[in-house]
């Protein structure tokens, strides 16, 4: 059955912009890091710290292809690391499979971060000018993973209902 992915930087709006797409096109949707959290019974904060970032691929690997081989239709949305690790990125132009890179620019992540950094590890302890830093290199290292999705739709400016629409369109 068919498997829409949304990837993209945190903060980036998968979350967001899935939820609204799974109403109107009547598709479910799960987010990888949820249910990653429901499967180990741990938060993705707890994982890290417990048993560190490279567990952490592990595990999110194994969910990412639980979700891909099940036999529902759904709309996932990836964490923002997903497509970077464990080939992951590889599992994007599989069959059956549409992704959609949600392109932010640094200004608009960091907009949209520093409100709500605490549940996310990789930024939590870090001031606005380490954060501003670090999501330029950061988002500059992983840009050739998101770029393997099948299509890119750029998020800066739009409103939810907006960038949904986009998404539509690439469905239709
Ligand atoms: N198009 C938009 N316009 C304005 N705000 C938005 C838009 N899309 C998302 N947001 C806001 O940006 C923030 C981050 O969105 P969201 O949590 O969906 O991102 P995410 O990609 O799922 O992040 P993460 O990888 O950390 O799970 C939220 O506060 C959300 O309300
Ligand atoms: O960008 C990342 O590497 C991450 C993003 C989040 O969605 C979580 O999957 C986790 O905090 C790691
Ligand atoms: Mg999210």
């Given amino acids: 059955m068919r498997k829409i992915i949304l990837l993209g930087y945190m903060g980036c709006g998968k979350s967001t912009i899935a939820k609204t797409l799974s109403r109107i096109?009547?598709?479910?949707?799960?987010?990888?890091d949820?249910?990653?959290?429901?499967?180990t019974n741990l938060s993705i904060?707890?994982?890290?710290?417990k048993h560190g970032e490279i567990y952490f691929r592990k595990v999110e690997h194994e969910a990412f292809l639980e979700l891909l081989n099940s036999?529902?239709?759904?709309?996932?949305?990836l964490g923002g690391g997903t497509?970077?690790?464990?080939?992951n990125h590889e599992l994007l132009k599989g069959e059956n499979v549409l992704s959609v890179y949600l392109r932010a620019s640094i200004d608009?992540?960091?907009s949209r971060l520093s409100a709500n950094k605490s549940k996310r590890p990789l930024i939590a302890n870090k001031n606005d000018e380490e954060m501003k830093e670090f999501i330029a290199m950061h988002l500059f290292e992983r840009s050739f993973y998101y770029n393997q999705a099948?299509?890119?739709?750029n998020v800066d400016n739009k409103t939810i209902d907006q960038v949904v629409l986009d998404i539509v369109s690439i469905l239709a």
């Fill in 108 to 110: 608009t992540l960091f």
């Fill in 45 to 49: 904060n707890s994982i890290f710290e």
């Fill in 25 to 32: 096109i009547r598709i479910p949707f799960v987010d990888l």
């Fill in 150 to 153: 099948q299509y890119k739709v």
């Fill in 83 to 87: 497509p970077c690790y464990a080939n």
């Fill in 34 to 39: 949820k249910y990653i959290e429901e499967k």
């Fill in 71 to 77: 036999s529902e239709s759904m709309i996932i949305g």
